[in-house]
C-alpha cells in the first residue's frame, strides 16, 4: 500500500461548479447555473474500489450546488451505502427548484440513496440571492423522511464577530431554529474568489490565511474528487483509481 495514502478514510466529491447562488463570499468566485458535473457510475465505481481497500468511514458531496445533479448524488450515497461507508453527507444550499413536487421527490431520493447528514448552507450570504421558501420546505421534507439535517453558516472574520453579516446570519439561523432545525459550528469565510472581492475590508492582508481543510500531501487522509474526474495528480475516467492512490507521490518528495 502506498504510505502516502496509508490513512485515506474519507472521500468526497464536488459533483459540481454550477449553482444556483450567486454569493458574494464565495471562494469559487462567479457560478454558472449550469455546468460540468461528475459522471454517476464513474463515481459509484471510485468509491466501491477505494473502500474495498481502504477503511473509509465518511463520504461527503458538495458543489457548486450538488441537487442540480440529484441522480448523480444519490447514485454516490448508494453505492457507498453498499461498501458500508458510515457517514454519508451532504452539503446543500437547499435550492434548485421552486417545484413543490420536485423538491418532495428530491428528498425522498436522498433519504431512499442512504444520505444522513445534511448540511445546510444557509446565512446572510445564501439569502441575499436565494429564496427562503424552497430552502425550508426542503429542510422540512428532509426532517420528515427522518435525515439528520443542521444548518452550515458561513461567518466573517468569526462566529462572534460584530459585523451586519453575521447580525443577519444570526437572525436566519433562528428562522430554522424555529422549525426545529438547529446549527453546526460553519465555517470562516476565507479571502479567496468572491469574498475577496466583495468582502476585503474585513481581512488583514498582511495575515496568512490557511484552510482547516487542506490536506498533508505526505499522509492523505481525505481525496477530493472534481468533476472532471480530477484527483491526486490522475483522473477516473483515464486511469483507475486504484492505480492513480498507488502511484501518488508528493510534489516535494
Known sequence: MNKYIANLNRIEFVITYACSGRCKHCSEGSHNAS????????????????????????????????????????????????????????????????????????????????????LLSVDAFHQEVIPPEPVKEFASEIKRHGVSLRTQPAWLVSKEHDNKYNCRTAQILAEFEAIGIFQNDGNIILP???????????????KEYVSPYEENPADIRAISIEPNG???????????IMQILESYVPQDV
Do not use: W
Open 192 to 206: 479567496n474568489g468572491n469574498a475577496l472581492k466583495y468582502l476585503s475590508e474585513y481581512f488583514d492582508m498582511s
Open 230 to 240: 480530477d484527483v491526486l495528480g490522475g483522473n477516473i475516467y483515464k486511469t483507475d
Open 35 to 118: 455546468g460540468e458535473h461528475i459522471d454517476a457510475q464513474a463515481a459509484a465505481k471510485a468509491v466501491h474500489e477505494i473502500a474495498n481497500n481502504y477503511k473509509i468511514t465518511s463520504l461527503m458531496t458538495f458543489g457548486g450546488e450538488p441537487l442540480l445533479y440529484p441522480e448523480t448524488v444519490c447514485a454516490i450515497h448508494s453505492e457507498a451505502r453498499e461498501m458500508n461507508i458510515q457517514k454519508r453527507q451532504l452539503i446543500t444550499n437547499g435550492f434548485f427548484s421552486k417545484d413543490s413536487v420536485k423538491i418532495k421527490e428530491v428528498a425522498k431520493n436522498l433519504a431512499d440513496s442512504g444520505v444522513n447528514d445534511i
